[in-house]
């Protein structure tokens, strides 16, 4: 889940559905209740060690952190994202694809005209927030805090990545080399949000999801569509210096000639899409579980 994350267009959520613990992963969230909390202020230790989830959560949380240092310092995305961006944008890009056609493929019990309207109602909103939202942010400690909640609160849906939002708001760079660095002017409003994000965020989700299932995925999907234009491999990407990081300033999306590097470029947008569509092809069976545990009740 720590490795889906990182990598925007694949989600956390998605890879609980592969492993078959996704329930259990909102039923661990939601364990941070107000009885914890309760019992916290009363200092009922007893209480406060036994009805979290601990078990599940320690080890998921451990896998997570060792994604989270792999991929910042042994193999640097963000610093991939500089030096090879068509490369990695390309990968992204059919990263991203592969999730939004899954998400419709699984929409087949509802009419054509409700998937299109549904689709297109995403795909709208997406592009509003993608020409809306400034890709320059100042890291300050209310942008940060937002930021972790938006990518948490994504990592806990099925097919919406975490990094992705991080992306279109122009903070995943900034995230991944707070975490190379170990920078906690930067982590701690971030990791403040992430945990608002997880515990309250994960209830309305979670009530979204069991009420209103079918037709967040079709919404997801469009808004998925829409984030392409974002991270279109080819365009021309300005970026500046801030604190020694390099930020993204801007970027105009190109038609590229065909060349042997646009052919490179589109061998690793389709092992994207093909690697997303059989990962998730083997959550065939978990995923028909939950959603016969979400009809039942």
């Known amino acids: 889940m720590g490795t889906a994350d990182i990598v925007p267009g694949v989600s956390g959520g998605t890879m609980a ?10 039923e661990a969230i939601k364990s941070f209740d107000l009885i ?39 193999i640097s995305l963000p610093s991939l994202l500089i030096t090879n961006p068509e ?25 054509m005209l409700y998937r299109v309207s549904l689709v297109f109602g995403g795909l709208s909103f997406g ?8 890709t320059n942010l100042p890291d300050n400690t209310a ?36 975490l190379s660095t170990f920078d906690l002017h930067l982590l701690i409003p971030f990791s403040m949000g992430a945990l608002t994000g997880l515990i309250t965020m994960s209830r309305v989700l979670s009530w979204i999801i069991n009420q209103h299932h079918l037709s967040f995925r ?8 829409a984030s392409l234009y974002k991270i279109w491999p080819f365009q021309n990407r300005e970026y500046f210096e801030s604190d020694g990081v ?46 016969k545990e979400i009809k039942h009740k």
């Open 218 to 225: 079709l919404v997801m999907c469009g808004f998925l569509t």
């Open 17 to 26: 559905l592969v492993l078959g613990i996704y329930k259990q992963f909102v």
């Open 246 to 291: 390099m930020q993204l300033l801007s970027a105009t999306p190109y038609i590229p000639e065909l060349n042997p590097s646009t052919f490179y470029a589109l061998l690793w947008a389709l092992s994207g899409l093909a690697l997303v569509i059989w990962v998730t092809s083997r959550a065939i069976k978990p995923y028909i579980r939950f959603e």
């Open 36 to 74: 914890w909390l309760k019992s916290c202020l009363n200092l009922n230790l007893r209480e406060i060690q036994n009805r979290p989830h601990f078990n599940f959560l320690i080890p998921l949380i451990f896998g997570v952190a060792c994604a989270i240092v792999f991929f910042t310092k042994i």
């Open 127 to 134: 592009m509003l927030v993608l020409t809306v939202a400034p």
């Open 143 to 178: 942008t940060l805090f937002l930021a972790g909640v938006l990518a948490t609160s994504a990592m806990v849906l099925p097919g919406v990545s975490g990094s992705l939002i991080l992306l279109i708001i122009g903070k995943y760079a900034t995230i991944l080399n707070a």
């Open 87 to 111: 490369t990695i944008y390309a990968l992204f890009s059919g990263l991203v694809l592969g999730s939004a056609i899954i998400l419709l493929k699984d929409a087949t019990d509802v009419s």
